[in-house]
């Protein structure tokens, strides 16, 4: 019989729904994709035909969260912020849409969007990953910040955000202002290098 295509969205939902429950209440590492199928109402291999591994799933909703704080990100610009700001501004509205994945992010994250090179690697990461860089290189070309090459402004900003994001999933402070504190002063030292202020200081140790 033919599923119809209201019915698999139907099913592709509640497999992520189920998904985040058991990640949430299990932990990512202890759950299995047979866990997630039988929570589903599925068999088991039918869940992998919505979704080839269980980090491409849990990345979906990774990459949804990634989508939507952009959208937020974009109403909540007014167009008067200096470069540092609107950067803040872009992480901060991602994190919060973050939030509900936070009890497994770790794992996820570590998994898929990993810097080190990668026998297996993920889709559902690396085009966020793209999506994410392609919205910063936007906001930093807005600003006309174009001493240092792409791929070098590129790369260090995705080493940086990184470590936010490893930082903020285990920070336990209040509303988790140690994070904010971390964008901050990351932002601020990105930002300099780019813009080519203070290059000098380091070039003793460059030799």
């Known amino acids: 019989?033919?599923?119809?295509?209201?019915?698999?969205?139907?099913?592709?939902?509640r497999i992520l729904e189920k998904a985040a429950e058991l990640f949430t209440g299990k932990g990512f590492e202890a759950t299995t994709t047979r866990d997630i199928a039988l929570a589903a109402g599925l068999a088991a291999g039918t869940m992998f035909n919505y979704f080839p591994s269980k980090e491409t799933l849990a990345m979906t909703m990774?990459?949804?969260?990634?989508?939507?704080?952009?959208?937020?990100?974009?109403?909540?610009?007014?167009?008067?912020?200096?470069?540092?700001?609107?950067l803040f501004l872009f992480i901060a509205s991602g994190l919060r849409r973050l939030r509900p994945l936070r009890p497994f992010l770790?794992?996820?994250?570590?998994?898929?969007?990993?810097?080190?090179?990668?026998?297996?690697?993920?889709?559902e990461g690396e085009a966020a990953r793209l999506n994410h860089l392609e919205a910063v290189q936007e906001?930093?070309?807005?600003?006309?910040?174009?001493?240092?090459?792409?791929?070098?402004?590129?790369?260090?900003?995705w080493s940086l955000y990184l470590g936010i994001l490893a930082f903020w999933t285990?920070?336990?402070?209040?509303?988790?202002?140690?994070?904010?504190?971390?964008?901050?002063?990351?932002?601020?030292?990105?930002?300099?290098?780019?813009?080519?202020?203070?290059?000098?200081?380091?070039a003793a140790h460059a030799r």
Do not use: W
């Open 1 to 13: 019989m033919r599923i119809s295509e209201q019915a698999k969205q139907e099913s592709r939902a």
């Open 62 to 86: 990774v990459t949804e969260a990634f989508r939507n704080g952009t959208t937020d990100f974009y109403r909540r610009r007014t167009g008067e912020e200096d470069l540092t700001e609107e």
């Open 106 to 123: 770790g794992p996820v994250l570590e998994r898929s969007l990993s810097p080190f090179p990668r026998k297996n690697v993920c889709q």
């Open 139 to 157: 906001i930093i070309g807005r600003h006309g910040f174009t001493t240092t090459p792409d791929y070098v402004a590129m790369t260090m900003y």
């Open 170 to 202: 285990n920070d336990a402070s209040p509303n988790q202002e140690e994070t904010r504190a971390l964008i901050d002063y990351s932002l601020c030292v990105f930002v300099q290098v780019i813009s080519g202020a203070g290059t000098d200081r380091g």
